[in-house]
């Protein structure tokens, strides 16, 4: 067999009794999957916490080898129109399943960026094709998910991964790749994961591919070289009262680096304390930085909101909160 | 026809480019499009109404004995009239005069009922043999984007108070009207720069004794983005309306007032405007999401009477407020990293991603793409493989 090089899927699990973390999900979920009839489900949770490698297990305990006949990934951060719940969502959804099983999965990835007229769309193909297809959506923040399609699906809410759970993963593949650990890197690679075990994986591959030999001072330069760095250069304009360099630099940062605004925002939120300036004025900006992230998730253009966010710094930088 | 059932603004048009006032540059570059043609193969004039663009083109087209075929908004200009009038035009020779300028007045008037309208005009310029000249009020619509993209774009400036002044007083003179320099230069004034609408006005009060002028019976023009954003940064009252006078979308001006607000306001202010244009954005976010269409109504306060007020007292002084850029910049950007885009795609299908993730992660990602028996399980080009290389 063709042994795959990318460690997220050579090590990805594909058995129930792999998977860590999430136990009460999977104990729920292998039931249902046991009886070779799943209703619709909606995995909700922060990424990197097993919700796609749960789909992919539930199709090949369902489909065995056959799996990859019966099952259609769509990711709908990249197809986010109606054209693709009314095109191929369909088209998939209508034809018989041939298997001893009389459905076929969809497994709609990141459906939370579905625009909310593919949403509506989507609410009908679910009730209509139900004898011949099951969908299982994933998304980080199931309140961008209308209500009809919630109330049609099993809803599991998937949590960080713990400490324990991530460094479990990485103990296993640094044995079948023989790597030297040394008992700093594993606390490192959690700490820069934060709980996303595909970037705790990614992150370790990275490393290796330097030097066999991982240590938290190597890892810490892997994720200084990945970080959006720029963000301090940003602030430091905005706090120095210029506004429109500030702002310059940061879409140039966002741009460049394609970095969404909620990683930006992340960002900042971190390197506020690390900043010169008053406490109290840190918790207001604090308190900012956390309104701009809930109006980014509820919508909004995130750019504009940022300004806002600048437009806060540069008041900070005179020691004034607003 | 006889002279006196003309109105003044057809009797006193200019028919060469002498007669055109104020508009010097403009005229340079209109004369360098019809000398360089096919290099540009259409042009497009755009300004505020009343300026000039028609008559520019109609004296172009004298200087160079060139017969003009005109197709205005009052014509239907969906995809088969365009491609059964215009197109055939393009291709054949005039009859009587050297050459031929096809005029398109008014495309911003290429309205939704005109069904492909917009993609045939551009079809029409990629493969006209005469150059096309077409005017309109506002070429940064995103509609006209295809078109801007395909022509010369030429702004129009308002015409000065100055200017329209001795223009008027040149055809008080000529009609003998008699009327004071004082009476002329308000009429200009309540113009805001449109001639046409100064001469309309002039004609108006050609034959009554009428020495003032009210002038607050403004002409209800429409309002452009410039005189929009200057009052709304300028002047600190409570704005409720003023964005209903144009015809400028709320979220086209929203991302005018996005550039423009650093320009005029510095701390305070600038922080509570970002404020209000941040909830501006808000509600616009839940209009789309929720179709709320009533929410429209916050939206249009914030970015109005909210921008105004974040200052304390009003400004003064000319500021140059400029173009959005942020749409331009991204798409450039989008152009940039197209091959970032291509290898994600790859990537992000084989470990059950997504595109924007692996996008996101790619600084990581580029030290696993580097591998040989990743690069070729992925089929990545030789182009790919060195943009990782580089990176």
């Known amino acids: 067999m063709n042994e795959v090089d990318v460690w997220t899927e050579k090590y990805r699990p594909s058995k129930f009794e792999d998977v860590v973390g999430q136990q009460e999900i999977l104990k729920r979920v292998k039931s249902m999957v046991l009886s070779m009839n799943i209703p619709h489900f909606l995995f909700a949770g922060p990424a990197g916490t097993g919700k796609s490698t749960l789909a992919l297990i539930i199709v090949k305990e369902l489909f065995g080898d056959k799996w990859k006949d019966n099952y259609l990934e769509l990711n709908a951060s990249d197809e986010r129109g109606i054209d693709v719940v009314r095109q191929k969502v369909k088209d998939f959804a209508r034809t018989k399943a041939i298997e001893k099983i009389p459905f076929k999965v969809i497994f709609l990835d990141e459906a939370d960026a579905l625009t909310r007229e593919a949403q509506q769309a989507l609410r009908r193909t679910m009730e209509n094709y139900t004898s011949t297809c099951r969908f299982i959506m994933s998304c980080n923040y199931s309140s961008q998910i209308i209500d009809p399609i919630q109330s049609r699906c099993v809803v599991f809410r998937f949590k960080l991964l713990e400490k324990k759970d991530i460094i479990q993963v990485i103990k296993k593949i640094a044995e079948r790749e023989k790597l030297s650990m040394k008992e700093d890197s594993f606390e490192a690679l959690y700490e820069a994961s934060e709980g996303d075990c595909r970037r705790a994986i990614n992150l370790l591959q990275a490393t290796a591919s330097i030097s066999p030999d991982i240590s938290a001072e190597m890892i810490n330069m892997i994720v200084s070289y990945s970080r959006p760095k720029d963000i301090k250069v940003v602030l430091d304009y905005a706090l120095a009262g210029d506004f429109i360099n500030a702002r310059e630099k940061l879409l140039d940062v966002m741009l460049k680096e394609s970095i969404s605004g909620v990683d930006i925002i992340k960002a900042i939120q971190k390197e506020i304390w690390n900043l010169q300036i008053e406490p109290e004025i840190k918790v207001r900006l604090t308190e900012k930085t956390g309104e701009t992230e809930f109006r980014m998730i509820e919508g909004s253009d995130e750019f504009v909101q940022l300004q806002a966010l600048l437009a806060s710094f540069v008041l900070a930088g005179q020691g004034k909160a607003n | ?391």
């Open chain 2, 1 to 391: 026809m006889k002279e006196e059932s003309l109105n003044f603004v057809e009797k006193y048009r200019p028919d060469s480019f002498s007669g055109i006032i104020g508009q010097e540059e403009a005229i340079k570059s209109i004369r360098v499009f019809l000398d360089e043609f096919p290099k540009k193969k259409a042009m497009l004039l755009h300004g505020p109404a009343g300026t000039g663009k028609t008559s520019m083109v109609l004296a172009a087209a004298k200087e160079k004995d060139c017969e003009v075929l005109e197709l205005n908004s009052s014509d239907f200009r969906n995809r088969a009239k365009l491609e059964s009038i215009l197109k055939p035009a393009t291709l054949q020779q005039s009859l009587f005069k050297k050459g031929k300028i096809l005029l398109m007045d008014e495309v911003d008037g290429v309205t939704g009922t005109d069904i492909g309208g917009i993609p045939e005009l551009v079809r029409i310029i990629s493969e006209t043999k005469y150059p096309i000249i077409m005017t309109c009020n506002d070429a940064w619509q995103s509609k006209m984007a295809p078109v801007r993209a395909k022509s010369k774009v030429i702004e129009i400036k308002q015409i000065s108070i100055g200017d329209i002044v001795s223009i008027l007083s040149r055809i008080s003179e000529a009609e003998s009207l008699n009327k004071e320099p004082l009476f002329l230069k308000q009429i200009a004034i309540k113009s805001q720069g449109d001639l046409r609408a100064a001469i309309n006005d002039l004609q108006s009060y050609a034959s009554g004794e009428a020495s003032v002028v009210d002038s607050s019976e403004k002409r209800d023009v429409e309002q452009n983005i410039f005189v929009i954003l200057r009052r709304l940064f300028k002047e600190r009252a409570p704005f409720l309306d003023i964005l209903d006078t144009t015809s400028i979308s709320l979220d086209e001006i929203l991302l005018w007032l996005e550039e423009n607000i650093p320009k005029e306001y510095k701390n305070e202010a600038l922080a509570k405007a970002y404020y209000a244009l941040g909830n501006a954005d808000v509600f616009r976010g839940r209009i789309y999401r929720k179709q709320s269409w009533r929410f429209l109504v916050y939206q249009n306060i914030f970015q109005s009477a909210g921008i105004s007020l974040a200052k304390n007292e009003s400004l003064s002084g000319f500021t140059k407020y400029e173009r959005p850029k942020r749409i331009l910049r991204i798409w450039i950007n989008n152009q940039k990293i197209e091959k970032k885009k291509t290898i994600s795609k790859k990537f992000a299908s084989y470990v059950h991603c997504s595109t924007k993730r692996a996008m996101r992660d790619f600084e990581l990602l580029k030290y696993i793409l580097r591998k040989d028996e990743v690069q070729k399980k992925l089929r990545m080009s030789e182009e790919e493989i060195e943009y990782v290389r580089e990176k």
